[in-house]
């Protein structure tokens, strides 16, 4: 059987984004798309920090999935992955 050489981790964000009415939130819109858009950098960045720090570091962003939830909720999940350590 072939060697585990990588350890992975996952991490979930949810975002709400803000919206003053009722109505379905349109994910198609191109101003809706912006703030998404910038808001998922922000986070990335902050993922970007966790990755140096989560259980010693080393870390690098393998894959991201966003979903969508009810009452518009984003579930944004990203796994990780690293080299997997010696002493492991």
């Excluded at 003053?20 to 993922?47: H, R, W």
């Excluded at 969508?68 to 909720?73: A, E, G, I, N, R």
């Amino acid at each position: 059987m072939d060697e585990i050489t990588f350890e992975y981790a996952s991490i979930v964000r949810y975002l709400k984004p803000e919206h003053k009415d009722k109505t379905p939130i349109n994910y198609a819109d191109v101003q809706m798309q912006t703030a998404l858009s910038t808001e998922f950098g922000k986070q990335t960045g902050a993922l970007s920090s966790l990755c140096k720090e989560l259980e010693g570091g080393g870390w690098y962003l393998n894959s991201h999935n966003i979903t969508v939830l009810p009452d518009s909720v984003l579930m944004i999940s990203y796994v990780l992955q690293r080299p997997k350590r010696k002493n492991q």
